[in-house]
């Protein structure tokens, strides 16, 4: 497999000529194959794939598994209004028993 393009790049270029959002697996299939992974390596580079597209801002994830580009969606369509969102309230910490170790104190902690 010698190809001089990420397979973000191949991906970009996929969605570029479709105009519209595709399944992740459909897409993934598309880049396999214009990158001609071999099959020994597929399963690994499909999570790499599918990492790297959740991290390259020019792709939105959208609902069920579907990817496109972020440029072709409106705002509300890709942001999340995380003031929504409800945290879990933390249970306090309970303290550490630390009386059977050698922890530095004084001149020797750091």
Known sequence: MSYN???TDVAYNCLARKKKEVD???LW???A???QIPEEKLRRKKSQFYSELMLDTRFASLENNKWDLRNRRKFEEVHINTSEI????????EPIDDSGLDI???????
């Open 5 to 7: 393009q990420t397979m």
């Open 24 to 26: 992740f697996i459909k």
């Open 29 to 31: 299939g598309e880049v």
């Open 33 to 35: 194959k214009i990158m």
């Open 86 to 93: 409800e945290l879990e309230e933390d249970e306090p910490e």
């Open 104 to 110: 530095p104190s004084g001149d020797d902690a750091y």
